[in-house]
């Protein structure tokens, strides 16, 4: 009886026990509740998922703006503001997954920590010295001073008069980019601060040179200490040499914004007749940055022939750099776009019906050989292309019918020829018996 009862207390424990399910995780935690103004800490972001990490902050900087977790964990290293706290938030880009690749969206994550002024004083000696006057008797109690002063150094509001701010302000943001017309000759720079102690300095109106402008907008608390809004203010250049490139007219601009400068290309000036250009190399390819209309790309630029070959777009596609550019014209094909993960891409997409799920692009590598991509649509891979065009099953139906066509003419061609030499050589037996007979 004891037996039966055990065995039935096992099976019900293994059915009605709910089983342990060990479900995709993602945090960011801080190595710290607190720090000093303008102090660094470091935050930690990841878990039991795959992906990339956005990551952003208020009033701080990051060491990197993303990161990718692989069922482990990143550290960050942020700097902190000087008064306030800090707010650090992790957001999962799209296709973050758990680690058996399902879909996993766990939303935005963040963590504060608060900035907190340092109030230690210098410890002394407590031992009396010799040369101290007696201390006098008083009638009360001496309290401690407290600086009262404020520490507020945030502007509240930053606006120009020509242009837009790049990004939005924002108190906590400090550094601005404005893109300017050619004809902009002054830019008036207004703001307040969110503290009335607080004063303000680089305001006014600001006379503007060609290309880049940097103002400095310098805000001092009641307490003294300082914050610093920078305005980058861009003014549109004029290009002085142009190269003509499939019947249009390219004039080549000597300011480039490094971010969006290629990873290894390197900035230099070539001769180009009495004047020099901006030429960006990687030892390889030489490119130049030019405007044509109202559009701006690189270009890749032939310095020995100096003029443009073609127009050249980095790119970042499925974790990797491509720097793609014009496509030839290709047999069979005609031009085509494509959006690739968020991007539109030009290139070309065979005629043939039934092959509308492939699309070619043209690239060049990092050693300057053009080269082709084929993306296959339904999979969403890119792969080398060498010249052989993919075939479908209409295509291959129609390559084996036409083998078999050909195999069915040799066969019925190999009989007839067969036959004729049966025929020949029976004729020529005939004949020479009917020569023995007339002989004989």
Known sequence: MKKTISILFFFCSFFLVPKIIFAASFSITSSTKQVSPNSTFTVSVGGDAIGRVNLSVKNGTLSTSSVWVEQNRQNITVKAGSSGSVVITATPQKGFSDADANEYNPGA????????????KPSGSNKPQTNQKPSQPCSGTQKPVVDTKSSENSLSSLKISVGTLIP????????????????ATAL??????????ARIEGLGEKKLKELENVFDIVVTAENGEKKTYQIKAIVEETPSIYFTYDDTSVGVLSYVNSEIVPKEFEKKEVSVGEKNISVFSNEQISLIYGVSGEEK??????????????????????????YLIDSEEF?????SSLTIEEQEVMGYVFEDEGMDQYFLLSAVNNQGEKVKYLYEKSEGTLQLYLNQAPITYQEYEKLVNKVHFQTIFLVILSVLLLGIVVFLVY??????EKSHEKNA
């Open 109 to 120: 994550k963040s963590v504060q920590v608060n900035i907190v002024a340092s109030n230690n």
């Open 168 to 183: 939005e302000f924002s108190s906590d943001v400090k550094n601005y980019t404005v893109n300017l017309p050619k004809d």
């Open 188 to 197: 008036k720079i207004e703001g307040t601060s969110k503290h009335e102690k």
């Open 297 to 322: 790309s690189f270009y890749l630029f032939d310095e020995t022939k100096q003029e443009c070959i073609s127009k050249f777009v980095p790119m970042k596609l499925f974790n990797r750099d491509y």
């Open 331 to 335: 047999k069979g094909m005609k031009p």
């Open 427 to 432: 004729l020529f037996v005939l004949r020479k």
